[in-house]
């Protein structure tokens, strides 16, 4: 018999195939299973060559391949086909063994499996994992929970194969998040705010382009120069380059590609779940609906030939606007990674997980979507005070929302005076001047409830319930 397996993962598309490479590429014996086994073969043939990788052609062979306590990770179809192969491996793996999943699974669906294969004597680990398909092959982010014990197992593999971060390059994207459904939940807020980061990139994009009138090769510089400071991470630096691509039969790719964009949900899950919690989480939700009204393009296109708007042509100083753009974009960011923190605050009370939001901002610093060196900020500030109500809070944050709203508040003004839709900017600043006020209308708000529906109200000058006769007090 040969020798047994570190690792077991099950479904080698994109992201499944990369990730058991990059295990293997630490020094790990990986066994592989695939559903439809000719991509088993196939991977054995190609990329598995002369690798330290056995291919299974069934789910016993995979389990009889493993060193106990078993890994293995599953990385198929998010959905029944999850529950499908719990099912079917549960009575082929031994008590103490770890089922992972490190699919894109809705929370709620790892809650309840965690108690399931736990209440079968199993070890369940959902974990998040970001960075696409270099990400996986290199040093994605990684997001785990599930079962605490599972923790110490998994955790060798797990670091070894997650991006690095640090000046030394040596601090893994990659800490316990929390019990049961935690993982997945604090992946689905890095792509709710990721959501957000590109909503407010392409609305910078459309003031310089639409406000300013400037060329692919001038919105290159200025995404350089963006990239240099406070504002550097991976999304400005792809934006940069995408303005320097051109097509194959001449004219910049980016002028070519439809404006009709597609979502894949975790952006409406994050926006579902913060209604649910009741908090406000209104950039992510701005970016789900700006998907929506960017998909309607037909309908967009005939709305284009009967409604009217001002000429979008910027007439102030253009470097000055830039500037202002650049404070836009760096205030609307802080607003929503703001909101993502206080969400999974929320949720951390609603599902008792005992969350540490300074490791989470570390989590994504490198190997994900989002990273970006204004994460190491985010973890001072909760490092600084764990229990931070809200990171506009932070003095760092503070300053620099201080320093950014002259620009900020002229770019949300001068875009609804020129007709360029901002939604996340606008929304950023109406949560900052809505969360910064004291006082806000709702005191009529609760006069109007109490009218028609007498819904009570309480009051400023003395504890208690109250309702008026509103109709006799007129
Ligand atoms: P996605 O759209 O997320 O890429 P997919 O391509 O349908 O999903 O499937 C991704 C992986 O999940 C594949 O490895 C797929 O196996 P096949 O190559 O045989 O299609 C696997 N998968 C999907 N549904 C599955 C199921 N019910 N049982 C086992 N594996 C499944």
Not at 165 to 171: E, K, Q
Request: glycine share 10%.
């Amino acid at each position: 018999m040969s020798e047994l397996c570190d690792f077991g993962l099950i479904g080698l598309a994109v992201m499944g195939e990369n990730l058991a490479l990059n295990v293997e590429s630490r020094g790990y014996r990986v066994a592989v299973f695939n559903r439809t086994t000719s991509k088993v073969d196939d991977l054995m043939a190609g990329r598995a060559k002369g690798k330290q990788f056995v291919g299974c052609h069934s789910l016993e062979d995979l389990v009889s391949s493993l060193k106990t306590p078993r890994q293995v990770m599953m990385m198929v179809k998010a959905g029944p086909a999850v529950d499908d192969l719990i099912e079917t491996l549960i009575p082929l793996l031994s008590p103490g063994d770890i089922l992972i999943d490190g699919g894109n699974t809705f929370y709620a669906d790892t809650e309840r499996r965690t108690k399931y294969v736990e209440s079968k004597g199993l070890l369940y680990c959902g974990t998040g994992v970001s960075g696409g398909e270099e990400g996986a092959l290199l040093g994605p982010s990684m997001m785990p929970g599930g079962s605490e014990a599972a923790w110490p197992h998994v955790k060798p593999i797990f670091q070894a194969i997650a991006a690095k971060v640090g000046p030394n390059d040596d601090i893994p994207c990659c800490e316990w998040v929390g019990p049961r459904g935690a993982g997945h939940y604090v992946k689905m807020v890095h792509n709710g705010i990721e959501y957000g980061d590109m909503q407010m990139i392409c609305e910078a994009y459309f003031l310089l382009t639409e406000g300013l009138g400037l060329s692919n090769e001038e919105l290159y510089d200025v995404f350089e120069d963006w990239y240099q400071g406070e504002l550097n991470s991976y999304l400005i630096e792809i934006t940069r380059d995408i303005f320097s691509v051109m097509d194959d039969d001449g004219g910049y790719l980016v002028d070519k590609i439809m404006d009709r964009a597609g979502a894949k949900g975790t952006g409406k899950w994050m926006s579902q779940l913060a209604l649910d919690l009741g908090v406000p989480s209104t950039l992510v939700t701005e970016a789900v609906y700006a998907r929506c009204l960017s998909a309607m393009k037909e309908a967009r296109v005939r709305a284009s030939k009967v409604l009217s708007g001002p000429n979008p042509k910027y007439s102030g100083d253009k470097t000055n606007f830039i500037e202002q753009i650049r404070d836009a974009l760096y205030a609307s960011k802080i607003c929503s990674y703001a909101q993502g923190f206080v969400q999974m605050q929320a949720a951390a009370i609603e599902h008792d997980w005992p969350l540490n939001f300074g490791d989470c901002a570390m989590l994504w610093r490198g190997g994900c979507i989002i990273r970006a060196v204004f994460l190491d900020r985010i973890k001072e500030a909760f490092d600084a005070d764990p229990k931070l109500e809200n990171l506009l809070l932070a003095p760092y944050f503070q300053e620099a929302v201080e320093r950014s709203q002259d620009g900020w508040r002229h770019v949300v003004a001068s875009a609804a005076q020129l007709g360029i839709p901002t939604p996340a900017f606008s929304a950023a600043l109406a949560y900052y001047d809505g969360y910064r006020r004291e006082r806000l209308p709702a005191n009529l708000l609760q006069a109007q409830r109490d009218y028609f529906g007498a819904h009570t109200f309480e009051r400023l000058d003395k504890p208690g319930t109250f309702h008026a006769e509103w109709i006799q007090l007129r």
